[in-house]
């Protein structure tokens, strides 16, 4: 199954959006397509012919090219500039025309049509502003007209209506003015010539607007170097970064960008990957240390080998994960686009149903020879005001800023609805190794029991847990190395999920592991429990270890707390968020993580399996649950909670694991994600709000339902102007999201 982007020409409104997904979806071989109205790009998975796919979108009126490498990219780009320059001039073209007449008109300044020099002159006017329309708003009636041909109807189609009708009225009554009484003989040409201006206007500012909103992508996409300097037959070239190949070794320098992702064979150096994780301090590697792709080399110089290519690179797959969540639709979008689908063919009705009110029950409300004119320009204003272009965009634009914010921050963002839901967590539970404290455990006491002495019990207990992937067993490991310890060979080993591991050396059963873990094994461990518990109320974990069955000592690990853990669950808690803490370790060591965070609750010596099981009783509990894990031992916790939060490594990204992937490993990313979604969420609502009042107030006052009581009209070309005002404001709204701050950096 291949995922493919495809850049759509033509689309105008919410309508358009549905049209060109149906499109997609009827193609064989797709099995999801996405249309983001506001970057005009469509996201399609599937066995699908490309081909095929091309022509479908264009036998529904619309134009589609595929978008495979940077260069498509900035061709896109270079097209909507020229686009915007176009709709600039259109607009100005119009204006030349339309205000001038406007002016002219309400200083009585034009010939009326009650003599033939003045319906010759008002007959060179309709000539000029019908080159007016076909070039300002030829867009407009050509996909008007593709519309209807596939039984469709969009914002062209209600733009071209109210300005075609507008100046084919306007004509008539020029080249024959005694079909109607003489007060009705007014031309609307400036008002058709001024809509269509204010709208290209509007479309452009709009344009130009829109454009920011991908300013979080381009970041990403200018953080892959050009070239990368590689070595080959002894001799160092400068290549195109797309020309390196697996296990080549490539040269960084001093201030110069990582090109691909790697390992280090030679050097040390250290490495800024704010861009990618959102961690401001610059991170020492050294020889075997991962590099990434897009970070900045700082200082030294060193080889690496590379390790990862083209899209496999976290830098690609990270643009890749942007793009996919900026394109899809959490449900608040998709009740927007299901109504924005029927409101054109809805206000079509309405306006042909203002036009036989205005047509047969206004007599005794205005002059009976201005009953045609007020039905006509009532008509022609609920079809311009009404353009759902607003509620087309009140979604997708908020959603490209508010993913593309976080990806600033080092969050990723998997799908509109996690973002959404994200926003609606009131509990948070946090998985304690490696998301509350470093990860990195170091043994910090060794206690002998009987005739065993401090080496020995290490000794035994390393040479089994070597075997083990735990941090915890790496920790014990690694302090064995320190002491230069010989380590046993070990038979029958058998990790114990939870618990701890056993297996046997010299013939001697050996469990190393914790207190449940003895007790099943029947091991009395009496005269370690006060040692034990003194411990643990240091939050450092007591492993016991038994040889024989007895109680042979403990080896004391302590993971330290993270830095920043404290300040992020004191914002989740700011966020009114309550923090709930799983762990495997005893409850005493819990209960002093616990306290000394300020965790509302917490969970002890939970076995991996048993995470589920808790996410399952808090969500029972009505409860909307977040859990925050490393993305394996924790998946299926993560897969069971509302919203799963990825504990990422910046080179390992977790991104299939959880619907957020946090690049940095701190819990400000957890809180990150929680303001992310609540600011975005507020601002769709806030758009869609704006959007529905200003249709909903637009649309009846148009229709003249002030008339009765107040003498109040709406003016066509103030219409067309508050469209396109319209669209506008929504996306500045949106872009109100790019100055979001890092909950971190707020006192």
Not at 131 to 143: A, K
Not at 595 to 607: F, H, K
């Amino acid at each position: 199954m291949k995922t493919e982007r495809f850049s759509i020409a033509g689309m105008m409104c919410a309508g358009c959006v549905s049209s060109v997904e149906k499109a997609l979806v009827n193609v064989a071989g797709v099995k999801q397509s996405s249309v983001n109205f506001a970057e005009h790009v469509a996201q399609v998975e599937g066995d699908y012919d490309t081909g095929v796919l091309l022509k479908a979108v264009a036998d529904a009126g619309y134009e589609a090219s595929l978008l495979v490498t940077e260069e498509d990219e900035t061709e896109k780009e270079a097209a909507e500039f020229e686009y915007y320059r176009n709709l600039l001039k259109k607009s100005l073209a119009a204006a030349l025309l339309g205000v001038p007449l406007f002016i002219f008109g309400m200083a009585g300044l034009l010939p009326g049509l009650n003599n033939l020099q003045g319906q010759g002159i008002w007959f060179l006017i309709g000539l000029a502003s019908a080159w007016v329309l076909w070039f300002s708003g030829g867009q407009f009636y050509s996909g008007a007209w593709k519309s209807f041909k596939n039984h469709n109807a969009n914002m062209d189609t209600l733009i071209a209506l109210g300005t075609g009708t507008a100046w084919l009225f306007s004509m008539v009554i020029t080249v024959n003015p005694e079909l109607v009484p003489a007060l009705a003989r007014h031309a609307y040409f400036e008002a058709a010539a001024i809509i269509i201006a204010l709208i290209n206007l509007g479309s452009a500012l709009e344009m130009r607007a829109r454009g920011k909103t991908s300013e979080a992508i381009k970041r990403l996409i200018g953080l892959q170097p050009k070239t990368a300097r590689v070595i080959r037959d002894g001799k160092e070239l400068d290549v195109a970064v797309n020309d390196v190949g697996l296990g080549e070794t490539v040269r960084v320098r001093p201030g110069e960008k990582i090109p691909l992702d790697g390992v280090i064979i030679d050097g040390h150096s250290s490495v800024d990957e704010s861009m990618l994780t959102g961690e401001p301090l610059a991170v020492e590697k050294n020889t075997g240390d991962e590099v990434v792709g897009g970070t900045i080399n700082k200082t030294g110089t060193f080889l690496f080998q590379a390790k990862k290519i083209g899209s496999e690179t976290a830098l690609a797959q990270i643009i890749a994960l942007v793009r996919k969540a900026q394109n899809s639709k959490p449900a608040i979008g998709k009740l927007a686009d299901k109504i924005a689908s029927v409101f054109v063919p809805a206000v079509l009705i309405i306006a042909v149903i203002t036009f036989l009110l205005w047509f047969n029950f206004s007599a005794a409300l205005v002059a009976e020879d201005m009953v045609v004119s007020y039905a006509l320009v009532t008509m022609m204003t609920v079809l311009i005001i009404a353009c759902p272009c607003a509620l087309g965009l009140a979604t997708p634009i908020s959603i490209m800023v508010g993913v593309g914010k976080a990806a600033e921050l080092g969050v990723l963002i998997r799908n509109g609805e996690a973002l959404q839901q994200s926003g609606k967590l009131d509990v948070v539970v946090l998985d304690k190794t490696g998301t509350i404290t470093q990860g990195k455990p170091t043994v910090t006491a060794l206690i002998g029991f009987g005739s065993w002495q401090q080496n020995d019990v290490l000794k035994y207990a390393a040479s089994l847990e070597k075997g083990s992937e735990h941090p915890l067993a790496e920790a014990i490991v690694n302090a064995a190395k320190e002491k230069g310890i010989n380590l046993f060979e070990i038979a029958e080993f058998n990790a114990l999920a939870g618990l701890g591991v056993s297996g046997s050396t010299d013939l001697s059963p050996v469990l190393v592991g914790n207190a449940v873990l003895m007790h099943r094994y029947n091991v009395d461990i009496t005269a370690a429990e006060v040692q034990a518990e003194q411990l643990a109320a240091q939050a450092q974990t007591p492993v016991f270890v038994a040889i024989n069955n007895q109680l042979a000592g403990i080896v004391s690990v302590s993971d330290p707390l993270k830095e920043d853990s404290e300040q992020a669950i004191q914002t989740l808690h700011k966020l009114g968020i309550r923090v709930v803490m799983l762990t495997g370790d005893n409850s005493h060591t819990a209960k002093a993580v616990a306290e000394q965070l300020n965790i509302d609750e917490y969970y002890a010596e939970v076995l991996p399996q048993t995470k589920e099981q808790k996410i399952s009783m808090l969500q029972a509990q009505g409860h909307v649950v977040g859990m925050v894990g490393d993305g394996i031992n924790d998946a299926p916790a993560l897969a069971r909670a509302d919203v799963g939060f990825a504990i990422g490594t910046g080179t390992d990204v977790a991104i299939e694991s959880a619907d957020i992937t946090l690049m940095r490993g701190s819990l400000n990313g957890v809180a990150d994600a929680i303001a992310v979604s609540k600011a975005t969420v507020r601002n769709i609502k806030q758009n869609l709000f704006g959007a529905f009042i200003y249709n909903s107030l637009g649309i009846p006052v148009a229709a003249g339902i002030l008339f009765p009581l107040f003498g109040v009209l709406l003016n066509p070309m103030i219409a067309g102007a508050a469209m396109a005002m319209s669209s506008l404001t929504v996306v500045t709204n949106a872009n109100r999201l790019r100055w979001f701050r890092s909950t971190g950096d707020k006192k």
